[in-house]
């Protein structure tokens, strides 16, 4: 059973910076697409940034160059810079990995067979 487990969360204040951690269990996770999501109270989980293997990024438009998703292969672990963060960003924030390679099937929850638990980000205002 492939486990993600997400870290790095917490509260801060707008325009203040977070990085997140996704830790796999499996070294073969960290092969395929690794991707981050975001759900807010009352909201649908919405896709945030994923990293292809190939090393190719993809970002939603709501990111705007603030976030950026990098992994490490040696560490089973992939992360998520968050910098200039708004209070629009105050979500949980969920990895999940899968052999997901179009930006479409990215987007899209159903796509990815493997999700980590979360981890709250709060900014205030």
């Known amino acids: 059973q492939v486990q993600l487990v997400e870290s790095g969360g917490g509260s801060v204040q707008a325009g203040g910076s977070l990085r997140l951690s996704c830790a796999a269990s499996?070294?073969?996770?960290?092969?395929?697409?690794i991707g981050w999501f975001r759900q807010a109270p009352g909201k649908e989980r919405e896709f945030v940034a994923a990293?292809?293997?190939?090393?190719?990024?993809f970002y939603a438009d709501f990111v705007e160059g603030r976030f950026t998703i990098s992994r490490d292969n040696a560490k089973n672990t992939v992360y998520l810079q968050m910098i200039s963060l708004l209070p629009a960003d105050t979500a949980v924030y969920y990895c999940?990995?899968?052999?997901?390679?179009?930006?479409?099937?990215?987007?899209?929850?159903?796509?990815?067979?493997?999700w980590g638990q979360g981890t709250q980000v709060t900014v205030s205002s």
């Open positions: 999940a990995a899968g052999l997901v390679i179009t930006a479409t099937a990215m987007a899209t929850t159903g796509s990815w067979p493997y």
């Open positions: 499996e070294r073969s996770v960290t092969t395929s697409t």
């Open positions: 990293h292809r293997r190939s090393g190719n990024t």
